[in-house]
């Protein structure tokens, strides 16, 4: 499971948001991943991406939602395949907390896309207005997504858990909210296939006139880039360019891997 590899990263970000992985007796134990019968697409997808046996079924019950709710489970017993996840950062039991971006190498906008697929909103306010969210009771993956929107789209935002039950509510609306989700959501990629429904139809919506001007991100100049490459320090380089350690260490990786052009030489 590389995670360099966009589909697994997608993948890897899916199940540390919506999967649960479980110890049995000795040696024993599962991966599990429910969702509503309609995604079952993805769940497809990822016993493909899987060299290990797995399983899919679905079943209806009644909720307090619905009279009747179908839903598809994956579940996975290998346990080189569990072994391997939980090296990579999936951790067994409770995770909500604990769970954090993994800390090698990995695609970075398949895995964000694949954590606001499992447990983020794509869509539109009831005032109309575009917005990508995510809610998530884990600081290192509230502070990630700051991060990686900082990189993307020049917002700012400052994690903070609300009053009434601690959990993290991450928003980005109208301007910014496009930029995000079109970096996330481009042409081919993994995803749940509502979600890019979703995603694109944030791009027809246009500022009303007479309303305040979205903030201007603050881009990238080759000078920087060069900086950046210099160093090879995100924490030097934030000091030196005045920029945050996470945008630095996203940026970095983007060079290092070609998702951004490397700068000309002078």
Same mark, same amino acid.
């Given at each position: ?6 589909? +697994?990263? =997608? ?13 049995g007796a000795g040696q024993k134990g599962k991966l ?20 290990? =046996? ?37 951790? +067994? ?91 996330? +959501? ?81």
């Amino acid at each position: 499971m590389d995670l360099t590899v966009p589909e +697994y990263a =997608y993948m890897f970000g899916f199940l540390q948001a919506d999967g649960h992985l479980q110890r049995g007796a000795g040696q024993k134990g599962k991966l599990t991943v429910e969702l509503n019968a309609r995604d079952v697409d993805v769940l497809r997808e990822f016993q493909k991406l899987t060299p290990y =046996y797995s399983s899919i079924r679905t079943r209806e019950r009644s909720t307090n939602f619905a009279e009747t709710h179908s839903s598809a489970t994956w579940s996975l017993c290998s346990l080189e395949a569990r072994t391997k996840l939980s090296e990579l950062g999936l951790p +067994y039991g409770r995770k909500s907390r604990t769970v954090a971006p993994p800390g090698l190498d990995f695609s970075s906008r398949d895995y964000l896309r694949g954590v606001i697929d499992a447990d983020g909103s794509v869509g539109f306010t009831g005032k109309g207005f575009p917005f990508i969210s995510l809610t998530t009771a884990s600081t290192a993956m509230a502070s990630y997504i700051c991060g990686y929107a900082r990189e993307a789209t020049g917002a700012e935002r400052i994690p903070k858990r609300n009053s009434r039950d601690g959990i993290y509510n991450v928003l980005y609306t109208m301007e910014v909210a496009q930029r995000l989700a079109a970096d996330l +959501y481009y042409p081919g990629c993994l995803c749940l296939e509502r979600k890019r429904t979703a995603a694109a139809s944030l791009t027809a919506w246009v500022r009303p006139a007479g309303m305040r001007s979205a903030y201007a991100k603050r881009r990238w100049t080759d000078h920087e880039d060069r900086i950046l490459l210099q160093l090879k320090s995100p924490t030097a380089a934030a000091t030196a360019l005045g920029r945050t350690v996470q945008s630095c260490n996203l940026r970095l990786w983007r060079l290092r891997n070609g998702q951004v052009p490397r700068p000309s030489t002078e």
